[in-house]
């Protein structure tokens, strides 16, 4: 029961943290659709910047703002810019940027503020010129051109399409939307500027490209946008028959006036203007009229001023003036309604010509103002344009001979610091050999020191081995002698006493010598050491004996370390009162380590003062270097650490 | 040729050298050399090897007499130029020395037939010597004896492969049973055969008829619990 309980428990605890925030980001980034699409857009930008994933940032925002901008929100487009500019200023993502500046370029395009827009657009280019990418920067030509054609710049227009041409036209077949808009703006801007041969190239070119739109119905509709634009041009060149067959191909399309309406309208209205010029006046008023219902229909306000513009002129030709005098009024209207000029000037121009008297002079009036505004308005726009573009260039340039002095001084810079790096490690590599120098000099003298040090154990040693014989020869020489006669005149008792210091003398004299020491091994030293010493009740037990290479320390380490062992175990078995020792052998990379602990009753290592051979001891291990350390507590046994050099050669 | 055991006695006390003449005089008739020096003895036994040659030696080991250009200064010398001439003596040690180390390396790096000490070296000792060298044998005096023993057991105590093959070895009925039990330090297990020559030595240093008595032996001694 409680498994079932732990295990339920642990499901829905696994089930609540799997499901991390970043999935909800997808979530909502992936439920774009329907009315809580921006909602969820919003809900997943907060919730990445909440969590601080940064592309997760960017995404979201790129994604709003473009949402806005299909629903013309500029709200929520300067909302995105918002987010864009700050992504960029706390990770320096200049594609943020770029989008930035494109999301500021249609906030101002839908607002109207062309040249602003042109601006944004400029600077947008600017930054994915620099990221190197090429498909956005011809974009943005694009959509600059544009802009120039709607402000009449054609000139301007023509530039910049040609030169978004340099960016899109090498990667053709990824970038064909893009490229077949390249193409119709620039027919478009060559159309205006009269020159309809070349315009018709352009856009030949660009039905050319029009195949590789993957979407029949946009596919579609570029190939009747550019019936209708080929067909223009003829009619520019006033070969009205190749321009009629051409608007009739496109009319031919099946259920065009359904599917296409507005490319129905444009190739019925371009037909009809043909008629018009033809002089075949009601054929042409029956297209207008047909066109103009047509964009009644959907509701396409610019057009129907078109259309009006178009229907007063052909009544007017036709003498039907009131019917011209209206739509010549209707066309000023719609066509004020759309800042649609052209269209407003050519209804007023109309409208001067068949009206009489002061209403006659207050249509020329507006007319001549708009005309006059219209006139100063371009030349300031086109030079605003042509400004923006020169500040720009000369920016760039700017940044290009800044780059260049930058990279002088970087270079300039670089050669300093390897100066300086150069410098720095001959100083380091001067220390460095003094300090190697020294360190030669400080361990040779070191090596001097201890070798003497050794001197000194070997000379001590051979002391040791004269007392050990003169006390084995001459003083228990003696003793025995004076043992015999005391035994022959038997006064026995004496006899006796005197044979147990003769005993005590040997034994000394045994201690002290180091007889046959070079002729065993340490190790069976030791184990002799032990032998002497080992009963049932005082066990001797030695560990890692044999990871010492024993051959190749010195003698004189070795001896020290033999009689530092021998004094310990005899301690040991004098007043410990243990029954067991155990003797670790350890080996570093220059040192030994012995350490000797046992189970006895222990002392008091603070308080209690050191004997003789205690002292001994410490100094014969300190004589070579060593260290020597006794540690011990009541009840708890007695650890003896020794540690010397190897002193290997 | 006399049938007489020719005895060669080196030491540089007269007095040593003295007591052990009455000694032996006392277990039976010899003929018998002195020398005091390591070197004169060394000759004697040189010139003596092809006409009549000792069959044995009793020597001290350490010479307080020797002169600075002596070549043998020490007995453990004297029986080391011995052994490696080859000539057929068996040669006992007579000293006072008893310090584990100068004992273990005489007995075992120059395997003297006999380790007498001066002070217990009375008829009876150093008769059964001489009858244990003549029929090739060892005597080491008592004290000695144990000496070794004791080296040897605490030899045993310090080998955990040793230790492990006493400990195991009554928990089997056959020997071949401890095969892929006993380990040696490095973790591989041990052949049967190492087993059964490490357990040969085990008796042999233990002195034991066989394998119980061996595990007998090393609770006694306290080699295992």
């Not at chain 1, 090498?170 to 703006?185: C, E, F, H, M, V």
């Not at chain 1, 070349?198 to 856009?203: C, G, I, L, P, Q």
């Not at chain 2, 006399?2 to 003295?18: E, P, T, Y």
Request: glycine content about 6%; overall charge positive.
């Amino acid at each position: 029961m409680k498994k079932t309980l732990f295990f339920i428990l642990f499901f829905t605890l696994y089930s609540v943290f799997s499901q991390t925030p970043k999935d909800s980001i997808f979530f909502y980034l992936n439920n774009t659709k329907g009315e809580s699409k921006f909602h969820n857009l919003r809900r997943a930008i907060s919730l990445s910047e909440n969590l601080n994933i940064d592309t997760l940032i960017q995404q979201a925002s790129i994604k709003y703002g473009m949402e806005s901008y299909f629903v013309k929100d500029t709200l929520g487009l300067t909302f995105s810019k918002n987010k864009l500019l700050r992504h960029f200023q706390n990770h320096k993502d200049s594609f943020s940027l770029g989008r930035a500046f494109h999301f500021a370029a249609i906030n101002h395009k839908i607002k109207n503020n062309l040249d602003s827009s042109f601006y944004y657009y400029q600077e947008s280019k600017s930054v994915f010129a620099k990221l190197k990418d090429s498909g956005e920067v011809g974009r943005k030509l694009l959509s600059m051109a544009i802009l120039q054609v709607k402000e009449l710049d054609y000139l301007g227009s023509e530039t910049t399409a040609v030169e978004g041409l340099k960016y899109i036209e090498p990667s053709k077949k990824k970038q064909y939307r893009t490229l077949i808009s390249l193409y119709q703006t620039l027919g478009n801007a060559l159309g205006y500027l009269n020159r309809p041969k070349e315009s018709r190239a352009y856009y030949l070119k660009a039905k050319e490209m029009a195949k590789f739109n993957p979407l029949k119905h946009r596919r579609e509709i570029n190939y009747l946008n550019l019936y209708n634009n080929i067909g223009l041009t003829y009619v520019d060149e006033k070969d009205y028959e190749k321009a009629i067959t051409l608007f009739k191909e496109g009319l031919a399309f099946d259920s065009i006036a359904i599917k296409y309406p507005r490319q129905y309208q444009n190739l019925l209205g371009g037909l009809s203007s043909v008629y018009f010029r033809q002089g075949k006046i009601t054929q042409a008023i029956e297209g207008y009229k047909t066109v103009l219902e047509g964009r009644k229909r959907i509701d396409y306000v610019y057009g129907q001023s078109v259309s009006h513009g178009l229907l007063a002129e052909a009544y007017k030709e036709n003498k039907q003036y009131s019917l011209a005098r209206k739509h010549a009024k209707m066309g000023l209207d719609l066509g004020r309604k759309t800042r649609n000029n052209e269209q407003v000037l050519e209804c007023l121009k109309i409208l001067t010509e068949l009206t009489t008297g002061k209403i006659s002079k207050n249509y020329f009036k507006d007319y001549v103002q708009l005309k006059d505004s219209l006139f100063v308005r371009e030349r300031t726009r086109k030079n605003q344009f042509a400004k923006v573009r020169y500040e720009t260039e000369k920016k760039e340039k700017e940044n290009i001979n800044l780059k260049l002095e930058n990279k002088e001084k970087e270079l300039l810079l670089e050669r300093e610091t390897q100066q300086k790096i150069i410098g720095w490690l001959f100083a380091g590599g001067g220390i460095l050999f003094i300090g190697f120098g020294t360190s030669v000099v400080a361990s040779r003298r070191k090596k001097l020191l201890f070798d003497a040090k050794l001197e000194q154990v070997e000379a001590r040693e051979k002391e040791r081995q004269q007392i050990a014989k003169s006390l084995h020869d001459e003083v228990a020489g003696d003793i025995r002698t004076l043992h015999l006669k005391l035994s022959k005149s038997n006064q026995l008792d004496e006899a006796k006493k005197l044979d147990v210091i003769k005993e005590n003398v040997r034994n000394l004299s045994h201690q002290l010598s180091s007889q046959s020491f070079d002729e065993v091994s340490f190790k069976d030293q030791i184990i002799n050491l032990i032998a002497d010493y080992f009963e049932p009740n005082f066990k001797i037990k030695t560990l890692g004996i044999d990871t010492i290479d024993w051959k190749n320390v010195n003698n004189s380490i070795k001896r020290t370390l033999f009689l530092a062992v021998r004094e310990t175990i005899q301690n040991t078995k004098k007043h410990a009162a243990a029954t067991q020792v155990d003797i670790h052998f350890e080996a570093t990379k220059k040192t030994i380590k012995i350490t000797i602990s046992d189970n006895g009753k222990g002392f008091e290592s603070k308080t209690k003062k050191k004997g003789i051979g205690l002292k001994n001891l410490k100094e014969r291990v300190e004589v070579i270097d060593g260290v020597f350390s006794i540690e011990s507590q009541l009840d708890k046994g007695t650890t003896t650490k020794i540690e010397t050099p190897k002193d290997e050669r | 040729m006399n049938d007489k055991l020719r005895i060669l006695v080196v030491d540089d006390h007269q007095l040593v050298v003295q007591g052990i003449l009455s000694s032996l005089n006392e277990v039976g008739t010899f003929d018998i050399v002195t020398a005091n020096t390591c070197d004169k003895a060394f000759e004697l036994v040189k010139n003596n090897s092809k006409t009549n040659p000792f069959q044995i030696l009793f020597t001290d080991l350490s010479f307080d007499n020797t002169a600075s250009d002596a070549i043998l200064d020490r007995g453990e010398s004297l029986i080391k130029a011995i052994n490696t001439a080859n000539y057929n003596i068996k040669i006992g040690v007579i000293t006072g020395h008893t310090e584990t180390n100068r004992v273990y390396n005489v007995i075992h790096n120059l395997n003297p037939s006999a380790y007498l000490l001066k002070t217990k070296c009375d008829a009876t000792e150093i008769g059964f010597a001489i009858s244990k060298m003549m029929a090739n044998d060892h005597y080491y005096t008592h004290e000695i004896h144990q000496k070794i023993t004791r080296r040897k057991i605490v030899q045993i105590q310090m080998d955990e492969v040793a230790l492990q093959i006493l400990k195991e070895l009554p928990k089997h009925a056959k020997i071949s049973n401890l095969e892929g039990i006993i380990q040696k330090n490095d973790g591989s297990t041990l052949k049967l055969r190492s087993i059964e020559t490490k357990l040969a030595n085990l008796r042999l240093d233990l002195n034991a008829k066989n394998n119980m008595d061996l595990i007998l032996k090393a609770k006694e001694l306290g080699v295992i619990d």
